[in-house]
């Protein structure tokens, strides 16, 4: 076709659009759609023909009016250093149809993958004799092969994969395959939902399918409640990991016992070797494993890492293997349990010996000792990652249950509530002894990070034992609604285990009627590592508030502090404002109402909002805070409190006034 054409049409592109009223609509004010010119292209070593360069460069010179489509595309041998300008100047959404031939240099294939990836109407792909003619070490194989492959989660329309010759690929087609099948078209998932409507064919076909089948028909089986195909599944499981707990949103019994089935018939049958199944994990936590068909990765069971380790487990063994791992997390509340942790538990007890049954999260609420100790002889101790013992325990119950922390020694976060004592000021020689006992296992705890103590009543006086047995130092402490004593308080900035804290909340603790310079040290030792500082509800006045400033100015990390219900004075509050308005990182800062606000303790609205916005204007003129409040003392009469933020929220008082 005479090259001339393309001028002829550059002519009526130039056109002003005002002469076409049918190009522009009525109206005349529509842009004129961008002009699609559509051509196969052939890129191989060496420039492009006469007219193909000519189109190439006509386009560009009408950047804005016109795009450069390609149904069809095929790139020989090293044409991607020649024509990386034509593929920048090409609609890459537009090819349909995509052939990688003869590319004998690894580096091309590094170098089109950001290309292939942004072919997302991709549906027929042909890659014909890749193989290497350079030298690469394994690791920059796998790298080159890994970021071509991690393309193919973008091509969403792909149904058509041919592979010719692919040398190159050699060992990592399960990458390839395990990224394609990310794009899988509603037909093949058609397909795998008929095969499970015939129950009998899909389990007599577990043992065929391709493992990467194995995560949409385990789903799609859980999802019905198929409860013999996912026994056969899990007796043939091709993962490292199993985690189930991930698709029980609604426990259902029935699928519990189809699991626990599976693991069952895979204890008491010859290991198949295509079973790699090493952890079922119960814990209802949103786990990556479920959506790596559906676009996300997982790294634990990519295509990498499951190679790696079928390589390591066909050495030879010289030991057993090792016993399955169930992992679970435990919440037990007013001494019951939901029908699926108690089938579960009852399951466990008499297979204790030949798996291994993991918790890495026990929260115990309102239970007998008794009862705890007999779920703690399921589970191995050292497993227990973090433990809630909310038990309103007396101190023989606790001392009873003393052994068993001494042996969760990996446990990172002990939060203890509700610990009594009926004569809180005195107590006999064998409670003390029950209190030591108790508090001498912290000193196993080699791995705790997170100390919280709520309305917990019998310890003071003997915070001393407590922290001479910390080894480690505390990323959080949190005593809260408790009773110290004077000593107690003496003792927390003398513990090396208290230097590093990021987080302290001592709020329900009524520092007023105590020796505060305790306090003030510990702040001032720690102004490096401090994120969050919480005194909510300690009865702290000016003078408390004046102590602190030093300190609280220099804590370059602080994110988060709680003055809540503390009676400060509005000068006071004003220097505090000032000082935390130069903490950079600051999110979060609740501060009290002034003092001001008040008349015999009932608080005059006008004032409030009033003395509020006189301080949020103070803090503004530093820099502009995220989340700040300024909130009254609770209501005598809802119990609740007026707060003044970007908005004022009243308490149900004032409201019905």
Known sequence: MPLKMWDTWSVFMAHDPSENPAAVGEAGTEARPLLKVVIDLVLKEGPLTSAESFLVQWVGQREGQTRLCCNK???????????????????????????????????????????????????????????????????????????????????KHLQSLHLDNVFFLEGHL????????????????????????????AISAVQDLPWVLFPPVFKEAFNHRQTNILRAMVAVWPFPCLPVGSLMKNPHLETLQAVLDGVDLLLTQVWPRSCKLKVVDFRAVNHNFWHVWGGAEDHACSPQV???????????????????KIIVDICLKFCRLDECHTHLLQWAKPRKKSLQFCCPKLQMKVLPVCTIIEILKVFEPDTIQELELNSRWRLEALAHFAPYLGQMRNLQKFLMAGVYVDHCLRKTFTEMEYVHKF??????????????????YSFSGHMDHLVRCLKNPLETLSITLSLVSQSDLNLLPQCQSLWQLKHLNLSGIPLFF??????????ESITATLQTLEFEGCELNDSHITALLPGLS??????????????????VLEDLVHRTAKLRQLTHELYPAPL???????????????????????????RQPEKVSFGAGFCSGCNERCVYSLEIKLCSCWQSD
């Open 174 to 201: 399960d990458q390839l395959f395990w990224m394609s099948f990310q794009t899988l078209p509603t037909l093949v998932q058609l397909a795998l939902q008929s095969l499970l409507r015939v129950e009998a064919l």
């Open 73 to 155: 595309l095929q790139i020989w041998s090293m044409a991607i250093s020649y024509h990386r300008g034509v593929l920048e100047r090409l609609d890459l959404d537009s090819i349909q149809e995509l052939s990688l031939l003869c590319m004998n240099n690894p580096t091309c294939l590094l170098n089109f993958s950001p290309y292939l990836g942004r072919m997302r109407n991709l549906r027929s792909l042909l890659l014909s004799s890749l193989w290497s003619g350079v030298f690469l070490t394994p690791v920059e194989k796998d790298q080159i092969i890994t970021q071509f492959t991690s393309q193919f989660v973008k091509l």
């Open 306 to 324: 499951i190679r790696k380790q079928q390589k390591l487990e066909d050495l030879p063994k010289s030991e057993e293997r090792q016993p399955l």
């Open 514 to 523: 105590f020796h505060f310079k305790p306090i003030q040290i510990l702040l």
């Open 596 to 622: 001001e606000c008040y008349d015999n303790g009932s608080l005059i609205l006008d004032r409030f909002i009033q003395l509020c916005s006189s301080l949020m204007t103070t803090l503004r003129a530093i």
């Open 554 to 571: 220099q804590c370059s990390q602080l994110t988060k502090i709680n003055f809540y219900g503390n009676g400060i004075s509005m000068l």
């Open 439 to 456: 508090l001498s296992q912290f000193s196993k705890l080699n791995c705790l990070q997170h100390l919280y103590m709520n309305q917990v």
